[in-house]
């Protein structure tokens, strides 16, 4: 796979955050959570993402230093 399809496609792949946020919201209308619940998926959330965001960095220096 080319370098700048991958990192596209990571660049999509990063945008789930927001769907990933509205079925937490979703999950605290709906069910019973309790606070511990609720901290412990957006930590989850938050470390995913941060990896993530790294992996997709890493591919956008790997592409700028092909490039030049």
């Excluded at 789930?16 to 079925?23: E, M, P």
């Excluded at 901290?39 to 700028?64: D, P, Q, V, W």
Aim: charge should be negative; aromatic fraction near 10%.
């Amino acid at each position: 796979m080319n370098k700048q399809f991958k990192l596209e496609q990571q660049l999509l792949d990063c945008w789930h955050v927001t769907d990933d946020l509205d079925t937490i919201a979703d999950a605290v209308l709906e069910q019973d959570l309790t606070n511990d619940d609720i901290a412990n998926m957006l930590i989850g959330i938050s470390k995913l993402y941060h990896l993530k965001f790294e992996k997709t960095f890493r591919t956008f220096e790997g592409f700028i230093s092909e490039k030049r």
